[in-house]
């Protein structure tokens, strides 16, 4: 049953390594905390971590296990379940979800690689300019995109050697020692005079901030921290062997995103507010925070800012690489294009719809797409909000109400040596209550517009 022309994971650590790698990314250190901070803090944090528990265990558990029973990328996975059907349109939207996420992650990857170098700027006025450093950047026309291209070559070149070469080995690595680092910006953030309101504002829930927008931001950035939603698990998921247990590899994987975002806001806002920082000013929250805690540890600092940056710089690379690998998969099962073609293509493809991205932060600022937002939040709006929690609740409806949860069920237990098995829990959570809840915050959503 192997499929080893596509290539396999090495090892079971291999496999979460690069899950967890493709999980843990920008969602968690850029993302999540400027949303976090943007919908009011604590209360936010909890509904997210609900979202996860309810919904997207089960979601990640359901693409695993399509991807490793079909061996196939998102549109084959349904084609080959159900031939002759419509389904496969839910895996083609979540190959346009991956074309459009990555096209504006490679844009804040860029941001990501450009401030290794940029430690010099923040440091010489002990971190009082980082914000002035950043907006100047970002607003600039042409850096960000030399960045934003370097990043996307990195993807195109690890992703045309295939997953199994580069992904897994340094993920076994790089990914403990961001978590080193950040539990000393942690520590460091923690002890700053003026800490102690940054932590009440993450950790002491005011349910009267949340809204229903809010929800479905935490809903969105739940989906979109753990890359469900778009076939990103499925497509992974096809290169796994037939011994590993899906069920407890999906919780390690969940468990890992959701303590590293945890993580992030417990660096982030202590130091906002300690600072004077504005907790709701959104994405250039981690790039100003982080650079001024750093400046106010002296000389050490510079070094720590370095080695934090190069190591957002990996997270950031193993989840682009994710988000390329699936739009690459299609193109390389369904249209028989080979590695190379399908990445480099792509890639390119990818790279331009970037571009108005980042302009739209500087000189095409005046340009709003969707209620306010920018170009960039736009895409991010329609991708992470609507696309992948819509492909989510489409695979739920396909398992729990078409395919079956018994057949689900079966293929997911197969191999599985101790740990969990998936059972009526899962299939109760499939059918009624991970859908219920996504279509009560899709209406919480419409009504309010
Ligand atoms: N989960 C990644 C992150 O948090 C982004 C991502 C989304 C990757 C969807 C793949 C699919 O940075």
Known sequence: MENQARGNW??????????????????????????????????????????????????MSSELLVGRLTGKN?????????????????????????????????????????????????????????GDVFGGFITSPIA?????????????????????????????????????????????????????????????????????????AALGQAFFSLSLGMGCMITYGSYLKKDTNIPTDAYWISGADTAIAFLAGLMIFPAVFAFGLEPGAGPGL??????????????????FGIIFFVLLTFAAVTSAISLLEVVTAYFIDEAKWDRKKATVIMGIIIFLIGVPCSLGL?????????????????????????????GGFLLLIFIG???????????????????????SGYAF??????????????IMKIMEF
């Open 144 to 216: 960000p995109l030399v960045w934003h291209a370097i990043f996307m070559a990195i993807c195109i070149g690890i992703v045309m050697a295939g997953v199994e070469k580069g992904i897994e080995k340094y993920s076994k690595i790089l990914m403990p020692a961001l978590v080193v680092l950040m539990f000393i910006l942690i520590i460091r953030s923690i002890t700053l005079p003026g800490a102690g309101a940054g932590l009440s504002f993450y950790l002491k829930p005011d349910f009267s901030k949340l809204t229903g927008a809010g929800i479905l």
């Open 74 to 130: 998102p549109v084959g996975a349904f084609k080959q379940l159900v031939p002759q059907s419509s389904w496969w349109i839910v895996g083609a939207m979540g190959i346009l979800a991956g074309f459009i996420i990555l096209s504006f992650y490679s844009v804040i990857g860029g941001w990501a690689i450009s401030y290794i170098f940029r430690s010099g700027a923040y440091m010489a006025s002990g971190g009082a300019n980082a």
């Open 429 to 442: 959570l499939v059918k009624y209550i991970a859908p219920i809840a996504l279509i009560i915050v899709f």
């Open 10 to 59: 090495g090892s079971r650590i291999g496999f979460i390594a690069a899950a967890a790698g493709s999980a843990v990314g920008l969602g968690n250190i850029w993302k999540f905390p400027y949303i976090t901070g943007q919908y009011g803090g604590a209360a936010f944090v909890i509904v997210y971590l609900l979202f996860v528990i309810l919904v997207c265990i089960p979601v």
């Open 401 to 423: 109400w078409f395919w079956g949860t018994d057949k689900a069920i079966k293929a997911g237990n197969e191999g599985a040596k101790g740990g969990i098995t998936l059972g």
């Open 362 to 390: 500087g000189v095409w600022s005046n340009i709003k797409i969707i209620a306010g937002r920018d170009i960039l939040d736009s895409l991010d709006f329609v991708a992470s909000n609507i696309l992948l929690p819509l």
């Open 286 to 303: 981690t790039f100003i925070t982080v650079p001024a805690v750093f400046a106010s540890m002296g000389t050490i600092g510079h070094l």
